[in-house]
């Protein structure tokens, strides 16, 4: 949960009728002056690996029909999603890193804000979704195909896509409905909503309430729901007769667990912790984890974890690159 009260007179309240800021300046890690060229370094290359990474993870999916089911669609839609959410957040930090601080003008901020927050609400129905999905397959195997049918799956992602949409658009409007009147000094990697929303002339209580809210809801909620069918899931697997069969649930499953708790675990621990809880610093790096580091790590997880993708990969690359060179 991310507080912030400024109290004011009712006659100043009253003059700030409009934003007097026009651009903020985004702060990044200027702290560390030192380490500007080294961060800008790393960050280019989990970008690029990041961009590439779920690229073919698109790709493969899409040409190779032995993919098109629940499980992999789910994927390549994830990986839609994470590549969007890099696209969105890395190129205005790397400016940021090779010029220690730099300015976005409230318009393009308020822009990147709307699409993080689409990005990130899609994301978490998604893996709440892939989460059903693994839960279906694993616990009720004979069902699976009634339960996953292409007309739930279609469902599923249209929720995921409108929620995005819907929250995004709410979240945004209010947040930039605000009067800024100074400064405009974001300390922070990006124009998230808490920390723009440290900059406003205004008493954002009402809002918080609803970002808190909705922070249980979206994120806590279902974060729990998918610990509680995973638990459900092992215990599932852990009557499977076949060493084998298991081995292979548990791959599927620890994956999949893996990007959801790094993803849901940081977020929760940036939207649900009072402000003062956590220094603007760790503040920056908990963003990294589910902003970067989690669109980083799923085509890595998912791929090599996933004998099909790597079949699929190997096929894919035999028929368009070794095959018309020989």
Same mark, same amino acid.
């Given at each position: 949960?991310?507080?912030?009260?400024?109290?004011?007179?009712?006659?100043?309240?009253?003059?700030?009728?409009?934003?007097?800021?026009?651009?903020?300046?985004?702060?990044?890690?200027?702290?560390?002056?030192?380490?500007?060229?080294?961060?800008?370094?790393?960050?280019?290359?989990?970008?690029?690996?990041?961009?590439?990474?779920?690229?073919?993870?698109?790709?493969?999916?899409?040409?190779?029909?032995?993919?098109?089911?629940?499980?992999?669609?789910?994927?390549?839609?994830?990986?839609?999603?994470?590549?969007?959410?890099?696209?969105?957040?890395?190129?205005?930090?790397?400016?940021?890193?090779?010029?220690?601080?730099?300015?976005?003008?409230?318009?393009?901020?308020?822009?990147?804000?709307?699409?993080?927050?689409?990005?990130?609400?899609?994301?978490?129905?998604?893996?709440?979704?892939?989460?059903?999905?693994?839960?279906?397959?694993?616990?009720?195997?004979?069902?699976?195909?009634?339960?996953?049918?292409?007309?739930?799956?279609?469902? *599923?992602?249209?929720? $995921?896509?409108? &929620?995005?949409?819907?929250?995004?658009?709410? @979240?945004? =409007?209010?947040?930039?409905?605000? !009067?800024?009147?100074?400064?405009?000094?974001?300390?922070?990697?990006?124009?998230?909503?808490?920390?723009?929303?440290?900059?406003?002339?205004?008493?954002?209580?009402?809002?918080?309430?609803?970002?808190?809210?909705?922070?249980?809801?979206?994120?806590?909620?279902?974060?729990?729901?998918?610990?509680?069918?995973?638990?459900?899931?092992?215990?599932?697997?852990?009557?499977?007769?076949?060493?084998?069969?298991?081995?292979?649930?548990?791959?599927?499953?620890?994956?999949?667990?893996?990007?959801?708790?790094?993803?849901?675990?940081?977020?929760?621990?940036?939207? *649900?912790?009072?402000? $003062?809880?956590? &220094?603007?610093?760790?503040?920056?790096?908990? @963003?990294? =984890?589910?902003?970067?580091?989690? !669109?980083?790590?799923?085509?890595?997880?998912?791929?090599?974890?996933?004998?099909?993708?790597?079949?699929?990969?190997?096929?894919?690359?035999?028929?368009?690159?070794?095959?018309?060179?020989?």
């Amino acid at each position: 949960m991310f507080i912030k009260t400024r109290q004011g007179s009712t006659e100043e309240m009253k003059r700030q009728n409009q934003s007097s800021v026009i651009e903020f300046i985004l702060l990044g890690f200027s702290n560390f002056p030192q380490l500007q060229q080294q961060l800008f370094a790393v960050f280019l290359v989990i970008y690029l690996v990041t961009l590439v990474g779920n690229a073919i993870i698109i790709v493969i999916i899409s040409l190779d029909q032995r993919l098109h089911v629940p499980m992999y669609l789910f994927l390549q839609n994830l990986s839609v999603v994470d590549l969007s959410f890099s696209a969105v957040i890395m190129p205005e930090m790397l400016v940021v890193f090779s010029t220690e601080k730099t300015a976005i003008s409230f318009v393009g901020c308020f822009t990147q804000m709307y699409f993080i927050l689409f990005f990130g609400e899609t994301e978490c129905f998604l893996l709440g979704a892939m989460a059903y999905d693994r839960f279906s397959a694993i616990c009720y195997p004979l069902n699976y195909q009634m339960t996953i049918n292409k007309r739930v799956f279609m469902k *599923l992602v249209m929720f $995921s896509w409108v &929620s995005g949409i819907m929250v995004a658009t709410v @979240s945004t =409007s209010w947040v930039s409905s605000f !009067p800024f009147c100074g400064p405009n000094e974001i300390n922070h990697i990006s124009c998230e909503a808490p920390a723009v929303l440290e900059l406003a002339c205004a008493d954002t209580f009402f809002f918080e309430i609803y970002a808190f809210t909705g922070t249980v809801l979206i994120i806590l909620f279902p974060f729990l729901l998918i610990l509680l069918s995973y638990l459900r899931v092992v215990l599932t697997i852990l009557k499977m007769p076949s060493t084998t069969g298991r081995q292979k649930a548990f791959s599927t499953c620890v994956s999949h667990l893996t990007s959801v708790t790094l993803f849901y675990g940081t977020a929760s621990m940036t939207y *649900l912790q009072p402000k $003062s809880a956590y &220094s603007p610093e760790t503040k920056k790096l908990m @963003s990294l =984890s589910y902003s970067l580091l989690t !669109p980083l790590l799923n085509p890595l997880i998912y791929s090599l974890r996933n004998s099909e993708m790597k079949r699929a990969l190997m096929k894919l690359w035999r028929r368009k690159v070794v095959l018309p060179t020989v």
